[in-house]
């Protein structure tokens, strides 16, 4: 399937799912955590340089733009998710459409006018477990990065939410909500359907894939192109439960089993 057509047919749902500030999950877990990372450059944020991949429809773009982040790239292999982001204010930032597979000719130089060793972050947010294959996209990020720059990966997390081979289980008889794993070591293709809203907004039924690859997957291939692995987030829910029988116990668990993993290397 063509990647670019995949996203392309449920860019309108996906851009209403995360609008002008993010989903859920944005707002109340994701960015908070990278603002964190964020908050060390406070000196010196306004110099700093960011390239977000896969983008979408920019929504970590403006958030940077807010932070008044001095140069701001993003780049998505939807042209359709590029017009969303270019809709929603393109003012001091600076859009892509291009496959981040593809950053690299064949010779090792990055294509599209983008500059080496001059990145202070590479950002790849929510969309790396779409992305296929990743060592190109890191030997990509670790030429786009200075020395001393970082990598920031946020995931959903490759332990535990592995789409078609884990879920939740109540078992009874310990009075205890369970996660269960059927599946983690081996790398599969997952065929997911995108756009389950089609009906209401008028879009065609599409697949696109989610990539599972076991953590060491992504350490390793970092490591490959001198991107070393120095922090790891591991990311709760931020909903309750509502109240009930087994509220307290679902809660618990909540606590305890992360939705997702974040990443930083660093460029050494």
Same mark, same amino acid.
């Given at each position: 399937?063509?990647?670019?057509?995949?996203?392309?047919?449920?860019?309108?749902?996906?851009?209403?799912?995360?609008?002008? $500030?993010?989903?859920?999950?944005?707002?109340?877990?994701?960015?908070?955590?990278?603002?964190?990372?964020?908050?060390?450059?406070?000196?010196?944020?306004?110099?700093?340089?960011?390239?977000?991949?896969?983008?979408?429809?920019?929504?970590?773009?403006?958030?940077?733009?807010?932070?008044?982040?001095? $140069?701001?790239?993003?780049?998505?292999?939807?042209?359709?998710?590029?017009?969303?982001?270019?809709?929603?204010?393109?003012?001091?930032?600076?859009?892509?459409?291009?496959?981040?597979?593809?950053?690299?000719?064949?010779?090792?130089?990055?294509?599209?006018?983008?500059?080496?060793?001059?990145?202070?972050?590479?950002?790849?947010?929510?969309?790396?477990?779409?992305?296929?294959?990743?060592?190109?996209?890191?030997?990509?990020?670790?030429?786009?990065?200075?020395?001393?720059?970082?990598?920031?990966?946020?995931?959903?997390?490759?332990?535990?939410?592995?789409?078609?081979?884990?879920?939740?289980?109540?078992?009874?008889?310990?009075?205890?909500? $369970?996660?269960?794993?059927?599946?983690?070591?081996?790398?599969?293709?997952?065929?997911?359907?995108?756009?389950?809203?089609?009906?209401?907004?008028? $879009?065609?039924?599409?697949?696109?894939?989610?990539?599972?690859?076991?953590?060491?997957?992504?350490?390793?291939?970092?490591?490959?192109?001198?991107?070393?692995?120095?922090?790891?987030?591991?990311?709760?829910?931020?909903?309750?439960?509502?109240?009930?029988?087994?509220?307290?116990?679902?809660?618990?668990?909540?606590?305890?089993?992360?939705?997702?993993?974040?990443?930083?290397?660093?460029?050494?």
């Amino acid at each position: 399937m063509n990647k670019n057509l995949g996203w392309n047919n449920v860019s309108s749902w996906y851009d209403n799912l995360v609008g002008d $500030e993010g989903s859920e999950y944005h707002r109340f877990v994701i960015f908070p955590a990278i603002q964190k990372i964020l908050d060390r450059e406070k000196e010196n944020i306004k110099n700093l340089k960011i390239i977000d991949l896969a983008c979408g429809q920019g929504v970590f773009c403006r958030i940077l733009r807010e932070l008044s982040i001095k $140069e701001i790239t993003g780049i998505d292999i939807s042209s359709s998710l590029i017009r969303q982001a270019k809709k929603r204010g393109s003012d001091n930032i600076n859009y892509v459409t291009a496959d981040v597979t593809k950053l690299l000719s064949q010779n090792g130089n990055l294509k599209y006018d983008l500059k080496s060793d001059y990145y202070d972050y590479l950002t790849i947010i929510l969309s790396i477990q779409n992305i296929s294959p990743i060592t190109p996209v890191f030997k990509a990020a670790s030429k786009l990065l200075k020395k001393g720059g970082s990598i920031i990966i946020v995931m959903m997390h490759p332990s535990f939410r592995i789409p078609q081979y884990s879920n939740w289980l109540f078992n009874e008889k310990n009075n205890r909500q $369970e996660r269960i794993i059927w599946k983690y070591l081996e790398s599969e293709d997952i065929k997911i359907i995108t756009n389950p809203g089609k009906k209401a907004s008028g $879009e065609k039924s599409t697949f696109t894939t989610h990539y599972h690859r076991p953590i060491k997957s992504y350490i390793n291939t970092l490591s490959q192109f001198n991107l070393l692995t120095y922090h790891i987030e591991e990311l709760i829910t931020h909903k309750k439960e509502q109240k009930g029988i087994k509220s307290e116990v679902i809660e618990k668990a909540k606590k305890e089993i992360p939705l997702f993993m974040l990443i930083v290397a660093k460029k050494i």
